[in-house]
């Protein structure tokens, strides 16, 4: 391109031509300086036939130098058709530098830079402005917003059917879902400042008209993007801003919360309903007779004959029928998984890094929820001191600890006679007198041989 550096039209013709001609497709940043070096000639207002002024020799072709403003929409064009080969901050120093604002908005947009738009607008509402000027720029604000809410809204959507896709039933799923929900949190974020300057512009603003103002507020509203509080504090630093323009706002956030509050009180009652009867089932089976009346195998369903294995869960089967002696058949699968969910929850709600990451990308300003879901996971209940120590999921030192594990929701175990807890009753006495430990350090029986009485 050395030839042509004291005559830029020529240059430009020449560059076009082989941009044109499609030999840079393979890309690289030599590549790249030829496309960065078009753009500038495009946007250069005023484009010279020679640099040095030297006479152009006779019969030598001149080009003709295209007026500035075909060549600001040829340097449209380019920006759109040949995306990615020029380098996109390069073209908007170029477009500021050379005051080209359609290019300068058309990148801002590439870039998804909303922040910047607004500024750009912004500026339109100053004093001095026409008021069509005016009016237009409030239109491209409220735009800007809806055009960000909406990207940010259909890469969530991907984001969440990504993540599905490659963590469903994978040990990283929670952390995945963390990560994803905290990178949902910063968007949504930003979001929120974006449509917090849009509200205050509208607001400072003289001439802002009603109906613009209640259709920012509804799309707040709908979104929940602000708080209301925050809306409120925006709204009454305008003394002239009448109520009939926020009263509408004002009584359909007083109705969802209304409608908020009544879905969790439903479900406040439907829970202590389900605890209530949790608690009359443990109570039954502590304190009241367990009848048998099965009358066939729940394994091969055929007719019960001894030997005969019964649980607190009312499955009974032939002892040659069971998986394993201390569980049942029918229940095992669901307390395993229930179990390992427990174990996973623990877990999860145990580790501070994943409590930060979903504080952060909560929906409320303040974290409040998450904050107090927290505290309903019983994050200062006391911490196991021991693990399981029998077959049974009880300890064999205290009579009847496989019934109110059973009734926990531990694993049925089967039932015994009163003459086996007689004889754990007279172990426990005198292992109390004799001083002797039952469990070690870590948990486990210093005598196993207790296991064989069951």
Aim: proline share 4%; charged share 25%.
């Amino acid at each position: 391109m050395h030839v042509f550096v004291d005559s830029p039209v020529c240059l430009l013709y020449f560059l076009r031509a082989v941009v044109e001609s499609g030999v840079l497709d393979g890309g690289g940043e030599s590549q790249r300086v030829v496309y960065n070096t078009l753009l500038e000639l495009y946007m250069t207002r005023e484009l010279k036939q020679c640099i040095r002024h030297q006479v152009t020799p006779e019969g030598a072709e001149v080009y003709t130098v295209e007026p500035y403003e075909r060549r600001l929409e040829q340097a449209l064009t380019f920006i759109e058709a040949y995306a990615g080969s020029y380098d996109d901050y390069h073209a908007l120093a170029l477009a500021e530098q050379q005051e080209f604002e359609e290019g300068v908005l058309l990148l801002l947009q590439r870039l998804h830079l909303s922040s910047d738009i607004m500024q750009y607008y912004a500026k339109r509402l100053e004093e001095g402005a026409t008021p069509a000027i005016r009016r237009a720029a409030r239109e491209k604000l409220i735009e800007t917003c809806r055009s960000r809410l909406n990207r940010d809204g259909t890469d969530n959507d991907n984001n969440s059917n990504n993540n599905n896709n490659n963590t469903i039933g994978g040990p990283g799923a929670d952390h995945s879902r963390a990560n994803s929900g905290s990178s949902r949190g910063r968007t949504d974020e930003s979001t929120k400042e974006l449509w917090l300057s849009l509200l205050s512009l509208l607001v400072r603003s003289p001439d802002t008209e009603w109906q613009d103002l209640v259709q920012v507020l509804q799309y707040i509203e709908e979104q929940d993007l602000l708080s209301p509080l925050s809306v409120v504090e925006i709204l009454s630093t305008n003394p002239r801003l009448q109520l009939c323009t926020v009263r509408e706002y004002a009584l359909r956030v007083m109705r969802k919360d209304e409608q908020r509050t009544e879905a969790f009180h439903g479900l406040i009652d439907t829970r202590l309903k389900k605890l209530r009867e949790l608690h009359g089932e443990i109570d039954a089976l502590q304190t009241k007779a367990t009848v048998f009346q099965a009358h066939k195998c729940f394994h091969c369903h055929a007719a019960l004959d001894l030997p005969v294995v019964h649980f607190m869960c009312q499955h009974s089967f032939h002892q040659r029928c069971l998986n394993d002696i201390t569980e049942c058949n029918v229940c095992a699968p669901a307390h395993r998984r229930l179990a390992a969910e427990q174990r996973e929850a623990e877990e999860r709600h145990g580790d501070p890094k994943i409590f930060f990451e979903r504080l952060g990308a909560a929906h409320d300003a303040d974290g409040f929820s998450v904050v107090a879901e927290q505290f309903g996971k019983c994050i200062f209940a006391a911490p196991q001191l021991r693990k399981e120590a029998t077959l049974f999921f009880g300890d064999p030192m205290v009579p009847g600890a496989v019934s109110a594990a059973g009734a926990c929701g531990g694993r049925s175990g089967p039932a015994i006679s009163s003459e086996d807890e007689d004889d754990y009753d007279d172990m426990r006495r005198a292992a109390m007198e004799d001083g002797e430990e039952v469990y070690d350090e870590d948990g486990e029986l210093l005598r196993p041989e207790a296991i064989e009485l069951w």
